[in-house]
């Protein structure tokens, strides 16, 4: 067995009611023909959930997935049927069900039991600009989730997270005037990071990734 160091969740994009009323598995292949047809060898997921909770195996889980570019290696791709519409912010239930949301605490629970490497779980959306799953993972899970550390996990306008206060603080710290450290990423902590960043010699996109939390958090 392959060495599992994390878990990153997807959503299939797909309509609340999309399929209803087909069986999971055919399903499962739908979205397997879709990743065929995009030249993999496989359903590019490990797990599917879907809307009634009931999961769904997909590519084996002895062999690597193919869900997000360059972390596939040691990962563990699970996917949420729906999404469709979603942005990165919204709150989980805004898009998926209950039924899903116990169904996939318990899969992740399951599998953290199974792979003691597993040191985090994360949504696609923190590495790449994109709102896969349509939720921040690590709120919805309660945990303060830090990737690439040192840096934190990336965030820009209308996330809303512990990391975006731990920003403001800092950027207040550091002399900028992000508003209120109310944890919430407005248009007046954009501004001020935007200040940060040109300070920095960054490019200058509002976005809080790896490299502008590493110049934040790094030597003052
Ligand atoms: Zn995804």
Redesign the pocket.
């Known amino acids: 067995m392959r060495t599992i160091t994390e878990i ?1 969740v ?2 299939t ?1 797909t309509r609340a009611d999309w399929m209803a009323g087909y069986p999971t598995g055919s399903k499962v292949a739908e979205v397997k023909a879709w990743h065929l047809a995009r030249g993999f060898s496989d359903i590019g997921y490990h797990f599917l959930i879907d809307r009634d909770g009931t999961v769904a195996q997909g590519r084996p889980l002895e062999l690597i997935g193919a ?2 570019a360059g972390h596939n290696t040691g990962t563990i ?1 699970i ?1 949420l049927f729906g999404g469709f519409g979603s942005t990165e912010v919204d709150d989980f239930f805004d898009n998926f069900t209950a039924e899903q949301d116990v169904s996939a605490r318990t899969l992740i629970a399951d599998l953290r039991a199974r792979f003691p490497a597993i040191k985090l779980v994360t ?3 923190q590495y ?1 600009a ?1 709102a ?2 349509g939720f921040q993972v690590s709120e919805w899970l309660g945990e303060t989730i830090v990737v690439n550390a040192p840096g934190r996990v990336t965030v820009r306008r209308g996330s809303r997270s512990d990391d975006v206060r731990v920003l403001q603080e800092t950027l207040s710290l550091r002399g900028h005037a992000p508003g209120q450290a109310d944890g919430i990423f407005g248009g007046m902590t954009e501004a001020a990071v935007k200040a940060f960043q040109m300070g920095q010699g960054l490019t200058t996109d509002g976005i809080v990734g790896p490299v502008t939390w590493g110049a934040l958090l790094g030597a003052a």
Do not use: L, M, R
């Open positions: 990153i997807h959503c994009a869900h997000v791709g996917s949504g696609h959306n790449a994109k896969c799953p």
